[in-house]
């Protein structure tokens, strides 16, 4: 590493650290999937393709594993601008019912496809904003989806609520369809990055909704938390970490924001300039870090961090901790189906995203189709880089052989070596192990293993958020 001129108001591991800062804050994936979607296939799959596929891995798990479903509800009242989610801005409710309609006929093209009925071991409302349909409507749906499939005995239900919107009655129709974690988008608490990013809610919102949840005897709680936010510093997230504390909730994310106003022309309203800078972003981090484990937090693979008594701390003491496009998840379905627009669908051998546009992906199911955006069907290289990512992201580490290494090329070998020598990783003859300091840096060290990122010219920042 270059050195940094000495500067006697850093200690020498701040040093270290901001030298790695500099050298690793770099366009990188997220991967919450493998490969990630700038190199899927050119040409989607067919629709008989996927279907063969869907029915392959159905066939193999659904009596073992059951299915996941992930459902995509994608209004929201207001644009809050730090959001990178595939979002529909309005107040005009009466949109629920025909999309539900949507994400029934959906259902209903796989259902065609399966030879049995589903076992639904996992499901996750996101969007958008899924407290903005009615708790009626969130019924509706709900039961038009079990309606033909069963519900398996250690099943995890979970869904996304706003704060601002979420009622006594969404927490109470969804607890008694079998949902036992919510998660809340927090994000911040301080005045100003509220205003900035068109995201206000008051604290005394989230403490209602919180004790609610509690109340009605949801098992998790969640809140979402960003660092890197415009106008951020030490103390105002040092502050909401405070306020968070009063409420101690089961899980955190504490995610870092990813500033890509090419894609998200909401975020034009501020600049870099307003960002906390690599170095700054890198301290709100280190001291979230240093704050939630003082509260009794352990960090869970990548921006996680959960309660001892948690679901998600278990899984990750036990070693069955997983990662899908709902994030990190305690169970492992072969089988993820997204429903809704936007929606992408894991069938272990490939990847399939519906169309982004509402109107596009309702006229598709109206028709019978499948509303096919793009997707991408697995080699066996896919496969064996998948499972080394998911083993760095989900366990912190890799089995090593000789025909592992052999696959890296020269640069690939020299990065690990180096990484290791910051401290980054452990390297042995068998095993790859990161190390505390590399949790922070995982994103970087799965890149090591991305042989079609290191390959390609797209790892740029138009095409991915910085890695720190």
């Not at 969804?174 to 205003?195: A, C, E, M, W, Y």
């Not at 502050?239 to 089961?250: N, W």
């Not at 995203?353 to 955006?373: C, H, R």
Request: glycine share 6%.
């Amino acid at each position: 590493m270059n050195a940094l001129p000495l500067n006697t108001g850093l200690t020498e591991i701040q040093r270290i650290q901001q030298q790695l800062v500099q050298k690793y804050d770099v366009p990188a994936p997220r991967y919450t999937s493998y490969p990630t979607v700038p190199f899927w296939d050119a040409t989607p799959p067919t629709a008989s393709q996927w279907f063969e596929v869907v029915e392959r891995v159905f066939t193999e798990s659904n009596q073992e594993k059951g299915i996941s479903l992930y459902l995509h509800l994608p209004f929201c009242e207001a644009l809050c601008t730090y959001c990178g989610c595939n979002t529909r801005i309005t107040k005009n409710h009466s949109v629920e019912g025909g999309y539900i309609e949507s994400l029934l006929q959906e259902w209903s093209l796989y259902l065609r496809h399966f030879p049995e009925k589903p076992i639904i071991r996992e499901l996750h409302l996101g969007g958008g904003t899924p407290t903005f349909f009615s708790p009626e409507n969130l019924k509706l749906l709900l039961d038009g989806i079990f309606a033909q499939a069963e519900i398996h005995p250690d099943h995890e239900f979970s869904f996304e609520g706003h704060p601002n919107n979420t009622t006594s009655a969404h927490l109470q129709t969804l607890f008694d369809l079998g949902f036992r974690r919510v998660s809340f988008g927090i994000q911040d608490f301080d005045p100003l990055v509220q205003l900035t990013i068109n995201r206000v809610q008051p604290f005394e919102n989230v403490e209602f909704v919180t004790q609610e949840a509690r109340r009605i005897g949801y098992e998790s709680v969640n809140f979402d938390l960003i660092y890197g936010l415009p106008y951020q510093t030490l103390t105002s997230v040092s502050d909401t970490i405070d306020k968070v504390a009063l409420l101690m909730p089961d899980r955190i994310a504490f995610y870092s924001y990813a500033h890509v106003p090419w894609v998200k022309p909401g975020q034009r309203s501020y600049t870099h300039k307003d960002l906390p800078s690599g170095s700054e972003k890198r301290a709100l981090y280190e001291l979230g870090l240093q704050k939630f484990k003082e509260l009794g937090y352990s960090d869970i693979g990548m921006d996680h961090f959960a309660l001892p008594q948690d679901a998600l701390y278990k899984a990750m003491e036990n070693g069955t901790l997983h990662r899908n496009f709902m994030g990190y998840t305690t169970c492992h379905t072969e089988l993820l189906i997204g429903l809704g627009t936007s929606s992408i669908s894991d069938a272990k051998y490939g990847y399939l995203q519906n169309q982004k546009k509402v109107e596009d992906y309702k006229t598709a199911v109206a028709s019978g189709e499948l509303a096919i955006f793009k997707g991408h069907l697995h080699t066996l290289e896919d496969l064996r880089t998948k499972e080394i990512i998911l083993n760095l992201i989900c366990k912190g580490e890799q089995p090593i052989d000789q025909s592992l290494l052999g696959s890296l090329d020269y640069d690939s070998k020299i990065a690990l070596v180096e990484m290791m020598e910051e401290d980054l990783l452990t390297l042995t003859d068998h095993a790859l192990k990161v190390n505390q300091l590399g949790k922070a840096f995982v994103r970087n060290i799965c890149m090591v293993f991305d042989q079609r990122l290191r390959q390609s010219s797209q790892a740029n920042e138009n095409t991915f958020s910085k890695a720190i």
